[in-house]
C-alpha cells in the first residue's frame, strides 16, 4: 500500500503560473521526499525535507512540511514548458528509513 | 555516463515466458532498490539489497519473483512464468548506502508488456 497521496491529480496551468501540490502521508517520518518522472522516463530527486524543517526551497521549488497535519507541499514557480511531468512524494518506512514508499503522483501540464 | 542504467528499455513476452532484467547501478552505490510502476500510479516497492545482501522483499514479489545481486554490483530481476497482470514498468534504483533515509537515482525502467 502506498502511504502517502497527492492532490490534485492532474493540473493544467498556464507558463508563467504557479503550480501547487499537496501531499499527505499516515505514520510519523522523519523526513519526505519530491521526486519528478517526465513520461516513460525513470524519477529524479528533487528535494528532501526533515521533520524538524518547516519549509525548503531549492531554486524554483518550494517545499512545506506539516508534521502536525501529516502533509507536504510542492510549489513551482514561474513554471515553464518543461516542467510537465509527473510529481511523487515519498516517505520512508522501516526503522532505518531506506525503503521509500510513494504516492499516486501529480501530473502536471504547463501550457506554452 | 554513470547513470543507473537498465537494460532492456522494453521487453514484450508472451504470457507463460520467462524474462530477465538487468540492472547496473551507479558504480559506489551499495543499495540497490527494485521497484514496479502501473500506469498513472506512484511506483511500488518490491525489494531492495545492501551490497549481495536481499534485506527486505514486499509481498508484491511473488514466487515467481525473484531479484539477485550475486557480487553487489549489478542486478537481476527474474519474473518466471509470466501473467498479463505482470505489464508495467520495471524500475532499479541505486543509493549510496552510508547512511539511512538517502535520496534514490533511478534507471529509465524496462517496460514490460505480457500478451
Known amino acids: ?112 | 555516463d554513470t547513470g543507473v542504467s537498465q537494460n532492456p528499455r522494453h521487453k514484450i513476452t508472451k504470457r507463460g515466458q520467462n524474462v530477465t532484467f538487468r540492472c547496473d547501478p551507479i558504480s559506489e552505490h551499495n543499495r540497490l532498490y527494485w521497484y514496479r510502476q502501473t500506469l498513472g500510479q506512484g511506483p511500488e516497492f518490491l525489494t531492495y539489497f545492501q551490497n549481495e545482501a536481499q534485506l527486505e522483499k514486499s509481498r508484491l514479489l511473488s514466487d515467481r519473483f525473484s531479484a539477485e545481486r550475486p557480487k553487489g554490483s549489478f542486478s537481476t530481476l527474474e519474473i518466471q512464468r509470466t501473467e498479463q497482470g505482470d505489464s508495467a514498468m520495471y524500475l532499479c534504483a541505486s543509493s549510496l548506502g552510508q547512511y539511512d533515509n538517502e535520496k534514490l537515482f533511478f534507471g529509465s525502467g524496462t517496460q514490460l508488456s505480457v500478451l
Open chain 1, 1 to 112: 500500500s502506498q502511504q502517502g497521496e497527492e492532490d490534485p491529480q492532474a493540473l493544467s496551468i498556464q507558463e508563467g503560473e504557479n503550480a501547487t501540490m499537496n501531499c499527505s502521508y499516515k505514520t510519523s517520518i522523519n523526513n519526505l521526499q519530491w521526486y519528478r518522472q517526465n513520461s516513460g522516463r525513470g524519477l529524479v530527486h528533487l528535494i528532501l525535507i526533515r521533520s524538524n524543517e518547516r519549509e525548503k526551497h531549492s531554486g524554483r521549488l518550494r517545499v512545506t512540511l506539516d508534521t502536525s497535519k501529516k502533509s507536504s507541499s510542492l510549489l513551482i514557480t514561474a513554471s515553464r514548458a518543461a516542467d510537465t511531468a509527473s510529481y511523487f512524494c515519498a516517505t520512508p518506512l522501516g526503522a532505518a528509513g531506506n525503503k521509500l514508499t510513494f504516492g499516486g503522483g501529480t501530473r502536471v501540464l504547463v501550457k506554452p
